[in-house]
């Protein structure tokens, strides 16, 4: 009876040691930010030069950050919304570059006008299958898409699209309820909500991504009209007329500018407000905006002050390099 007894004590110390090491491991993952970078197919030739400098120079980036994922969508991707799609990188490439490396890649099918007869799209449902792995995930708006997706390909994961424009608290954690998701994507104008935010549950904060680049106006009230504008001209349907009055000056996107966006999170903000409050995941825009500035975001969010001339010289820079 002793022995019984004994080995019980033994089997819940054990236990509680168990569940010890599960709440450390939880401490040190909340130590952690994960950066989503644009471009999965578009700058197929910059990550094939940028991973293996990620990989073996660990020294240049803060121990604080991780690449979480790769997004994007080829051109011609029918179910592809948010930016028109850009690059036609051979996906079987694109797949084996983010396996070698490590890193998980997400299809954007955040089409918002999708009809039952476009589920059936040969070039979709091929990339599905390239790219179909429990690593990999999907950025996805239509429920119907969603119900296809999950029924075809069941070892993706679901990001609920920031298409979705979700401005009203209640509907965002309406969203972060849904099963389906492991990530939801806010409208970029939640992201100084900090005092809801701070008030969700941790299993909720985990799954909130905040886009913190945004330069479209804080005050825009068309921004899911836009998305739906991307996604006739993905589907070849005709203009509504729509136009985006975002770039009025005609300068096109300026990191400077989403800088005084009031929605913009910095750096010391990730570091400062989110981090400390259990939020981890952190969407970079830029697809369709270039390489040059992909790799200024990335200096700006991830890489030491000290070592950001050897990234640039290791990515483009040499001494003879005439910028006029």
């Known amino acids: 009876m002793k022995r019984k007894v004994d080995k019980e004590e033994a089997n819940k110390v054990k236990s509680n040691k168990t569940e010890l090491n599960k709440t450390e491991l939880n401490k040190e993952e909340l130590k952690k930010a994960y950066y989503h970078l644009p471009g999965l197919f578009e700058f197929y030739d910059f990550y094939k030069e940028f991973l293996p400098i990620y990989k073996n120079y660990r020294e ?76 990999n995930g999907i950025i996805i708006y239509s429920d119907l898409l969603l119900d296809y997706m999950k029924t075809n390909y069941p070892k993706y994961y679901f990001v609920s699209s920031t298409t979705k424009v979700l401005t009203d608290f209640k509907d965002f954690e309406q969203e972060l309820k849904r ?96 981090m400390p409050r259990a939020f981890k995941n952190f969407k970079i825009e830029g697809r369709s905006l270039g390489s040059a500035l992909l790799l200024e975001f990335i200096i700006y969010y991830m890489v030491k002050p000290r070592y950001q001339i050897n990234l640039r010289e290791l990515m483009y820079l040499d001494n003879m390099l005439d910028l006029f």
């Open 60 to 135: 240049y980036f803060y121990d604080w950050c991780e690449i979480g994922s790769i997004y994007g969508s080829p051109a011609d991707c029918l179910w592809g919304g948010g930016r028109a799609g850009y690059g036609d990188d051979d996906p079987e490439k694109v797949y084996k570059l983010m396996k070698e490396n490590g890193i998980s890649a997400r299809l954007t099918f955040s089409n918002s006008l999708l009809e039952q007869e476009h589920l059936s799209d040969a070039k979709c449902n091929r990339l599905s299958q390239i790219f179909e792995d429990s690593n």
């Open 179 to 274: 099963q389906d998701f492991k990530y939801v994507v806010p409208d970029f104008r939640l992201n100084k909500s900090i005092d809801q935010l701070s008030k969700l549950d941790l299993d909720y904060k985990e799954k909130v991504e905040f886009l913190c680049n945004e330069a479209c106006s804080f005050k825009c009230n068309a921004r899911k009209e836009c998305y739906m504008e991307v996604s006739r001209k993905n589907l070849g349907l005709e203009s509504s007329g729509h136009v985006c009055y975002f770039d009025k000056d005609k300068k096109g996107y300026l990191f400077s500018k989403a800088m005084n966006n009031e929605g913009f999170i910095s750096i010391e903000d990730i570091q400062n407000i989110y």
